[in-house]
């Protein structure tokens, strides 16, 4: 992964004082979990030491992996990510527009007279900000961000985070952001399509690019094909970054849409690939993976989850709560999985996340597109569980959903899919998009900056149907039609909407108990008493958002109701106690999850 930081002074003829600059360099062994020896760093500072660019990475030093820091001239430019063709980073140095590149990227441009920081249409690769001590930030890590402005405003070189607890009451919720706040005091996340421009002299602007316009639905079969050719040729364009590796790219594989789409796609193009899928041997996952990579040719390795006498075996939540902390920014739930650093493996590694950006995001599971309906949904998203939050908090968070309604006045069902867009795909999914990035040459074909720009210019009413990302599937692989997917069909099929579609797609193998198992969900007393014990002893912070009361009869129950709620609020716990900032408890015991026998 590449790490970047952007400083620039607000006046002219002002410098970066150079205490701040050491503290920067200092934050980043907090601000990202792997070893300081392991990264390359490098540095762009502008003559008369007004504007800096700061980069590291733990990527290899060589092809195709760039520098951290490339310049021309007088500019300078990093970028997390990776872009979509090789002579990309030449147009961004010159002054090139993002919006016309491939790639899951940021960007990062300093000059003499300051600095830009650009999200692509996804932000999965974001960029946030703050401004402290007459100085302005821009990073791909909140917290850098905010250890290098709590430097300019303190004169620390050590300073420790503030958190805004206030901003908090999202990840209570959801166990992710529903705006642009971050849990840091002072820093906030650069919207999507958006570039913050810190010019010296003048005043910090966030300006928004614009987003593609929808044409309208096609009438007929041959019209549908056509529309969907520009998408078609963006997907295959995006898988062609795994040919710059040597070794075949490693696709997690599950019995899905969206992975099968990515498998589809290399096939048409002929990129070397293999699927791997993991789970228990007998769940819909692992038995439609391997008939997938079947039915392509190709390899499909499995990894079965532990099991020790009918029960999974799994990490202590503490220790999980601890990695995901260090890794997200407690900007993630704990009920979410993430690696932990470890050594650089360059293997090209993909898989299906993000694949509701080309089937309409939060539409997808919406039943009801009437305007009441659109509305329990908003108040769903900003308002969920509001008994377990005080008085202030459910206020605080009333103001963004009366923004959302008012939006829908002028948007209508889309902005359903753009909350998905800006807030599960431009925050839930970045964190993990982090860890990713932190231990592999990861891609992501479905958060290709031109792949998102052809779907969303195809109409979300036809979007959701999914017939535009069947039709790309039939093209790119005829022979996986009569593969069947684990739960629902396509859409279209469901409702018959669209007669000119013939055959109906078989039905999934049947699920055992044990194949729909999911002990995050399923779990006992032991993994309660777990979540009673570090949630109600933990820091008071936290309870200053939430009711004890709601809390503790939630905690009670087992098994639980919402168990979300549960990873949400441990990792808050762990999140404002600090005790992220120590080191892993790794001498906690793995617990046993007893599996269902039907």
Sequence with gaps: MRVCLAVSVRQSREQIPPAVLTAARRAIVEAVPAPADRWRTAEWISPDGGTALLAWSNEPC??????PVLTSGDRALSYCGYLGDKGDADVLLGGGDVDDLGGCFSVFRAGPDGFEAATSITRACPVYHAEAGGLRFAASRALLAHLAARAAATGSGRPSPVYDVMALQSMVRHGFFVSDE???EGVRAVPNAATLVARRGRGVAVVARSLPEQGPVPRRRKEARERVEPLAEALLDAVEPFRRHVRPMRLALSGGRDSRLIAAACHAAGVPFFGATHGLADSPDVVLAQRVAEVLGVECRVTVDRQKSGAVVVAHPLRRAHALVRVCEGMNSAYEGVNRWADYDPEPRSSGSGGERLRGGFLTDQLDLTRDGVHRRLKTIFLAQREFLSEDANAYAERYYDEWVARYERDGIDVLDKLHMFYKTGRWLAGSHTATLMNWAYYHPFLDNRVVREALALPVQWRLSEEPVALVMEAFAPQLRDVPFDGRRWRFERDRSLRHWRGRRRATPPSTGAAGFNWRKSYGSEL??????????????????????????????????????SWNLLTLGVLLSGAWREPEPVHLPDVEVPIPTS
């Excluded at 060589?62 to 520098?67: G, L, M």
């Design 62 to 67: 060589e092809a195709p992996f760039p520098e």
């Design 528 to 565: 309660a008493g777990v979540f009673r014990e570090h949630i109600l002893d933990g820091p008071s912070e936290l309870f200053s958002i939430l009711d004890r009361g709601a809390v503790e009869r939630r905690l009670a129950e087992v098994p639980p109701r919402r168990p979300g709620q």
């Design 182 to 184: 971050t849990p840091f």
